[in-house]
């Protein structure tokens, strides 16, 4: 089955495009914090090694919330939960530069500012998107929704660039609380009456176990190792590249491209993961992505540190960004089915942002320790090439292949 012709009913289609734009925004904003690492240090003095404990502590909550939003979402519908989290990351951004204490930035922006975001995540996104459409669909939509994530951080980034040296990085940040407010109006069609499934019964025992089962499955864990290293290593960049790219004696506009390029090649990585998740099983996709990562940090680290060099290092990660999120997904919902995928593929993202939190954190104490980030390259290439291992022992059912006269 091709890409478009699974996604060929208007209802479809429409369900796919407000997921999309709602992670446009939440993601948007969250993929480009890296770019206030330095105004903020510059500006209160609380340094790196604080403001990255900060991200890391963000890191963490946006994976834990994320499977306490799904289970909300699976039980009470996902409009209370993604309005209830919009207006706390909208707080959490608003409140952020009146703070001057590492506890006051730990609550803003490591708890607030990602807790809210992660309510209007992946989890909860997918899941009702999942629910809304048949199971052919599943696969494209979900590479459209992730998308939509890259897409705004390709849009944000460049801005909040353009915003920090413009109106300084307070106003900036103000500027995209007010521009996640424009999430609202998506929300209320996303969720509106005329597109809701009808209420699935809960199965015998419900989510208690669910959750139960899945966590008994070696399947399932394997799946959680994997995707610890892709949280290890998305935060690392996303916290540190711009420190990185300084490093190495460029603008900071070299930062925000190449966070920029992440997010539009993570678009077409995204579309083709969705495809290839109708063609092949799911873990030789995510194996093959994280091995391709383990590659291109080695050439990354043996290359001359130019402005082209991280925007092709940018184009060659990106590509596989957050694209491990559809195949991801489809082998919990093939797993497990959809009537828990928030839930589950909620408790996946919270092994994510485990990685998260060590990738975001450790990457300031080696810096501090070192003055550069070599050691956490090397782990990066270590774990990338673990995780692509990790992945073939999953035991995921073959693609089905259609019938030929």
Known sequence: MSFFSSMNHRGVWFTTLMASAILMITMGTRQSMGLYVGPLNTDTGLGIVTISLAMAIGQFVWGAIQPIAGAFADKYGPRPVLLSGLFILVLGSALTPFVTSSWGLILTM?????????????????GAAAQRMPAE????????????GSFGQFVFAPIIQKLIPWVGWM???????????????LLNRLTSDTHAPAKAAD????LKKAVRDAMRNPSYLLLHLGFFTCGFHIAFLVTHLPTEVGLCGLTPAVASWSLAIIGLANILGSLYAGSCVNMYRSKYVLATMYGSRALLIAMYLVAPKTEWTFYVFAMGL???????????AA???KLFGVRYLATLFGLTLLSHQIGGFLGAYLGGLVFTANGDYQWMWWA??????????INLPIKEAPIAKPLTA
């Open 331 to 333: 082998i919990v919902g």
């Open 380 to 389: 990066d290439i270590a774990l990338s090439g673990m995780a692509a291992l």
């Open 203 to 206: 199965p015998e025992g419900g």
């Open 137 to 148: 669909s599943r696969g494209a939509a979900s590479g459209i929704i992730n998308a939509g």
């Open 318 to 328: 990106g590509f596989t960004w957050l694209a491990t999120v559809p195949p991801t």
């Open 171 to 185: 106003g900036s940040m103000w500027t995209m609380a007010v521009v996640t407010l424009l999430a609202i109006p």
């Open 110 to 126: 490591g708890v607030l500012s990602a807790m809210g975001a992660g309510a209007c995540s992946f989890s909860v996104l997918l």
